[in-house]
């Protein structure tokens, strides 16, 4: 069973920083592609980090460019989502998932693990 455990997050004011980590198992870590979700109220979710380890790829959306980065720690077999400059449109849960493909997903289907979620609260 795929275990992917979130961890950071909580409340900043604009123009913060937080980092979100995710612990996965090594297989998990290793071979499948990893992303970070977020889901604001009222809204879809979507991709707004994705990375496939194995192959060095990653992917980010437009609007998380030059703010936010993705990195992995080998040993620990840990994800983790580094955020600055935070606004309050930041505000949402983010997610952990993971997908068997071999190609950075961006599609929610084609994640089949996910995280519990963590809240990311951004005020102005």
């Known amino acids: 069973q795929v275990q992917l455990v979130e961890s950071g997050g909580g409340s900043v004011q604009a123009g913060g920083s937080l980092r979100l980590s995710c612990a996965a198992s090594?297989?998990?870590?290793?071979?499948?592609?990893l992303g970070w979700f977020r889901q604001a109220p009222g809204k879809e979710r979507e991709l707004v980090v994705g990375i496939m380890w194995s192959r060095g790829n990653t992917y980010y959306a437009d609007s998380v460019k030059g703010r936010f980065t993705i990195s992995t720690n080998n040993a620990k077999n840990t994800l983790y989502l580094q955020m600055n400059s935070l606004k309050p449109e930041d505000t949402a849960v983010y997610y952990c998932a993971a997908s068997p493909s071999s190609t950075i997903g961006t599609l929610i289907s084609q994640y089949d693990y996910w995280g519990q979620g963590t809240q990311v609260t951004v005020s102005s």
């Open positions: 090594e297989r998990v870590f290793r071979t499948y592609g």
